[in-house]
């Protein structure tokens, strides 16, 4: 990575980190416990630390980044931990408050979040989708949530059915962009539909399994995994078969739930391009299959997890829902540093390096990727050695980068820089 004239430096609040995603254009930086503010693609503070805003979540950061143009935080109104009020942000700069009756929500899924109101689920609450500027939509999936809060998790909408759970019967079905809904609620669990079958839980002889539906909803392969298997991709599911989550062999099946190969003891993952990542051996061997399930690729020797492999920490499930079994390609490469293994080399599809990390005879790590985001950028953390600019001789800073290696944004720790304009009611 190398600067340029067009390099633009921003300035962090002490002890600040900065989101590896951007999302609709907003950069995430987060400091504190659970305090964030946002920086546009411009590098100027839309929402600054001058504007006390927090996460829903304190743990999962994630639940606050923009998604279909809006954002759910925590709009602190007073010094008390408890003045505070959820609110909706937009990318220009302007807020919405929430009414007060709010009592759960979730995070912004495409311009939709689900809230429940009211203030005792013992009483009964009011479980409704919103839109972007607060107000209540689809009516036809509202319903009513008494004894305990059940499921607030927002669904994303895949091939027009969007995931839902019925507060009431406390089941899942699915419904389409508008709300209608298309698959009634029956399912214990359900997933996202994906080349045209979705998984889904019911009750078999007293136990828990998963199966497959199509779009009617009928269970087009039995129920019979205990756990949750991955998704369809070009017409193959990879899924476990064993009676818990640590005790368990894998193998594909095709979308009559037919075997298409024997069951092995490691772990397999979804197809992208006619290739597979699969962790062999347990934690000897990270490797890519083909098609055929034949190996062509062992990428366990480059692995740079501060000198010396480290196949299992690789995360084998999506890393922003561990219920999912499979990983995406983001920009069409892989950060292996995202799934938990090495400095960050990126990989293409069948396993060939792309971008690797960088490190000195020390063995530090100088440079650390992350996956491809918005803008096809990519957040890596570069330690300088002598670098002109900074005063430290030694100092690792968080920079955004394009592909051909230009410093697009970098991040400082300083104590002024990040207040920006005082955002407005909209």
Not at 179 to 207: C, R, T
Request: hydrophobic share 35%; glycine share 10%.
């Amino acid at each position: 990575p190398h600067f340029t004239e067009q390099s633009k430096k921003v300035v962090l609040p002490k002890d600040a980190g900065v989101s590896s995603e951007i999302r609709d254009g907003m950069i995430m930086i987060w400091y504190g416990y659970g305090n964030v503010a946002f920086v546009n693609t411009k590098g100027e503070y839309v929402f600054g630390s001058d504007f006390p805003i927090s996460t829903i979540n304190s743990l999962a950061y994630e639940d606050s980044h923009f998604s279909g143009g809006a954002a759910l935080v925590w709009r602190k109104t007073g010094s008390d931990y408890d003045e505070k009020i959820r609110s909706i942000l937009y990318p220009d700069g302007t807020y919405h408050d929430l009414s007060s009756d709010v009592s759960v929500a979730s995070k912004f899924c495409d311009g939709y979040a689900l809230v429940q109101k009211g203030k005792s689920v013992i009483m009964g609450v009011k479980q409704v989708f919103i839109d972007k500027n607060g107000k209540e939509v689809f009516p036809l999936l509202a319903n009513t949530q008494t004894g305990t809060f059940g499921d607030t998790k927002i669904y994303p909408l895949t091939e027009n059915h969007r995931v839902y759970y019925n507060a009431a019967l406390k089941k899942y079905g699915y419904a389409d962009e508008k709300g209608n809904i298309v698959i009634k609620p029956q399912f214990d669990k359900a997933l996202s539909f994906s080349e045209g079958l979705a998984a889904v839980q019911v009750e078999v002889n007293a136990a828990k399994k998963w199966g497959f539906i199509d779009t009617t909803g009928k269970l087009v392969i039995p129920a019979k995994y205990v756990n949750a298997p991955g998704r369809f991709s070009e017409g193959k599911a990879a899924v476990r078969i064993g009676d818990s989550s640590y005790n368990y062999e894998m193998t594909y099946i095709n979308k009559k739930g037919e075997k298409l190969m024997e069951n092995v003891t490691w772990d397999l993952n979804t197809f992208h391009n006619g290739f597979a990542y699969v962790k062999k051996e347990v934690c000897d061997k990270l490797c890519v299959i083909n098609s055929e399930f034949n190996e062509v690729s062992n990428i366990t020797p480059q692995l740079t997890a501060y000198g010396s492999p480290d196949v299992c920490s690789f995360k084998m499930v999506n890393k922003t829902n561990n219920d999912l079994w499979g990983f995406d390609f983001p920009g069409n490469m892989q950060s292996l540093n995202t799934n938990g293994v090495g400095a960050g080399d990126i990989y293409s599809f069948d396993g060939s390096l792309i971008y690797k990390a960088q490190t000195t005879a020390k063995n530090y790590n100088t440079v650390s990727l992350h996956n491809v985001t918005e803008g096809g950028l990519m957040l890596c953390n570069i330690r300088f050695f002598d670098e002109p600019r900074f005063k430290e001789k030694d100092i690792t800073i968080p920079c955004f980068i394009n592909q051909q290696g230009e410093i697009v944004f970098y991040f400082q720790e300083g104590v002024e820089g990040h207040e920006g304009p005082i955002p407005v009611k909209k």
